[in-house]
Structures are given as structure tokens and as C-alpha cells.
T-cell receptor
Framework: EDQVTQSPEALRLQEGESSSLNCSYTVSGLRGLFWYRQDPGKGPEFLFTLYSAGEEKEKERLKATLTKKESFLHITAPKPEDSATYLCAVQARNYGQNFVFGPGTRLSVLP | DAGITQSPRHKVTETGTPVTLRCHQT?????MYWYRQDPGHGLRLIHYSYGVKDTDKGEVSDGYSVSRSKTEDFLLTLESATSSQTSVYFC????????????FGPGTRLLVL
């Protein structure tokens, strides 16, 4: 069965303490993997798209990487404003235009 | 920010009443989507549209209908609301399809009593 899982479910970091979030997927024919950030009470905000294994994207303190089975979102020297829920989604050949979302990782960065 | 608005932003209704949520975009994107987000389930696709009057079902379409009479508007209707439809509803848009990123609206919080 195709699915997307994320770990950990929740993560608390001290400001400046780097870490990684994981998104694992079991889909056939990956067309794209997408990372979003969601703040409480708001819609998901697009961060990155990765299309093929080995690809990396960076934006400020965030770096996303992709392998054939998983993606990592690395957070370097996080700040309290990085606190949010991070969602990953996959688009696979079997789903057409549709995305399958993971449950998210809730990140808290303490000052 | 993608030009997506949703209305209403908050709604409280009673079981058995019809409810219509509206998504409006100013990006002229072809694809529009309705998701619901619930604790423990993440975002799940309800219905989507790939053009004016062209719609299809998603993962959790039972109890919902949609309509798209103009490129910019996508309506989600709960014909007879139930408490299980209490949720946060998000609209999303994407361009030409293929590997296009989906961009999300601000959401509508619906409470069915």
C-alpha cells in the first residue's frame, strides 16, 4: 500500500541545535516530493520540491534531500521562528495530479 | 503568496443543514483542490478540478459535492452536514499539472453541531 510517514511526530530543539526531520514513502513511480511548512491556524506554505534521488534544495536554514525511499529536511542552527509543523507530500504516477500527505512533524524551537 | 481566498473563514452550523464553502483564485491556474485536515489524519483530498466543469473524486469524497463554473471559483458543498464533517478545509491550486506544486489557501474552520 502506498503511504507517506514522517518522523519524529514532534521535536523540541534549543535555539541553535541542528537536527533533521524524516519523510519516508512507499509509492510507485515518484514524480515529486514536496515539503511544506504550516503555522497554527494557517494554510501550508510551500518550501521545496524534489524530483529525483540525489537532489538537494536549500533555503536559509533549511536543506532538503531526497533518496529513493526517503527525504530529509535538515534544519541548521534553528531559531524560534522556525517553530511550525512541517509536512511532506508525494506525487506518484498512480495518483495523477494528486498528492499524498504525511501526518507532519511538529517542531518547537526554544529560545 | 498565491492569490487564493476562501470564504467563509469560520462557520458554525447544525447537523442536517447544507453548507457551501468557496475558493477563489486570481492566478488563472487550471487545477483546484479541496482538502480536509483532521488531527491524526493529515491532509486528505476530497475532490479536485482539472478545468471548468471538470471534476473528480478524491480519497474522502462521500458526503461532499463540488462545482466549478468559472476558472477562478471552486465550490465545495456539504449537502447535509454531519458532525464527522467538522474539520478545517483547505483549497489548493496548481498550474498545468504534471509536477506542479500545489499552493494552499488560508483555510475554513467548520464546526457542525
Amino acid at each position: 500500500e502506498d503511504q507517506v510517514t514522517q518522523s519524529p511526530e514532534a521535536l523540541r530543539l534549543q535555539e541553535g541545535e541542528s537536527s533533521s526531520l524524516n519523510c519516508s514513502y512507499t509509492v510507485s513511480g515518484l514524480r515529486g516530493l514536496f515539503w511544506y511548512r504550516q503555522d497554527p491556524g494557517k494554510g501550508p506554505e510551500f518550501l521545496f520540491t524534489l524530483y529525483s534521488a540525489g537532489e538537494e534544495k536549500e533555503k536559509e536554514r533549511l536543506k532538503a534531500t531526497l533518496t529513493k525511499k526517503e527525504s530529509f529536511l535538515h534544519i541548521t542552527a534553528p531559531k524560534p521562528e522556525d517553530s511550525a509543523t512541517y509536512l511532506c507530500a508525494v506525487q506518484a504516477r498512480n495518483y495523477g495530479q494528486n498528492f499524498v500527505f504525511g501526518p507532519g512533524t511538529r517542531l518547537s524551537v526554544l529560545p | 503568496d498565491a492569490g487564493i481566498t476562501q470564504s467563509p473563514r469560520h462557520k458554525v452550523t447544525e447537523t442536517g443543514t447544507p453548507v457551501t464553502l468557496r475558493c477563489h483564485q486570481t492566478e488563472n491556474h487550471r487545477y483546484m483542490y479541496w482538502y480536509r485536515q483532521d488531527p491524526g489524519h493529515g491532509l486528505r483530498l476530497i475532490h479536485y478540478s482539472y478545468g471548468v466543469k471538470d471534476t473528480d473524486k478524491g480519497e474522502v469524497s462521500d458526503g461532499y459535492s463540488v462545482s466549478r463554473s468559472k476558472t477562478e471559483d471552486f465550490l465545495l458543498t456539504l449537502e447535509s452536514a454531519t458532525s464527522s464533517q467538522t474539520s478545517v478545509y483547505f483549497c489548493a491550486i496548481s498550474g498545468t499539472g504534471g509536477r506542479e506544486t500545489q499552493y494552499f489557501g488560508p483555510g475554513t474552520r467548520l464546526l457542525v453541531l
